[in-house]
């Protein structure tokens, strides 16, 4: 079973940035996505960026592209998601998670699809 550990979140001020880290194991299968989440208080969860280990291939929400980046680090089988230019609306929940992929496949930010998730870390951006 994969389990995903977050780390990183916390209060920044507006313009600041964070780097959040996902550390995964327990992969048993050759390509996989790893999607970034977001849920506000009283809002639907909202996915942020996603990649997949197949092709290398990510995906931003129009709300933070161009201000986050998601990468990984193999040898420490961990993602973050680099936050800069932060914006009050950006204060959430964040959650990566992750779903097995086919061979060539691209990933989805629909939360739906997605099948582990980690516990969550909350970022606040707030003066």
């Known amino acids: 079973q994969v389990q995903l550990v977050e780390s990183g979140g916390g209060l920044v001020q507006p313009g600041g940035s964070l780097r959040l880290s996902c550390a995964a194991s327990?992969?048993?299968?050759?390509?996989?996505?790893i999607g970034w989440f977001r849920q506000a208080p009283g809002k639907e969860r909202e996915g942020v960026s996603c990649?997949?280990?197949?092709?290398?291939?990510?995906y931003y929400a129009d709300s933070v592209k161009g201000r986050f980046t998601i990468s990984r680090d193999n040898a420490k089988n961990t993602w973050y998601l680099q936050m800069n230019s932060l914006k009050p609306e950006d204060t959430a929940v964040y959650y990566c998670?992750?779903?097995?992929?086919?061979?060539?496949?691209?990933?989805?930010?629909?939360?739906?699809?997605?099948?582990?998730w980690g516990q969550g870390t909350q970022v606040t951006v707030s003066s």
């Open positions: 990649i997949s280990s197949s092709d290398g291939s990510t």
């Open positions: 998670a992750t779903v097995p992929l086919l061979a060539g496949a691209t990933c989805s930010v629909r939360p739906v699809r997605y099948d582990s």
């Open positions: 327990g992969f048993t299968v050759d390509y996989y996505a």
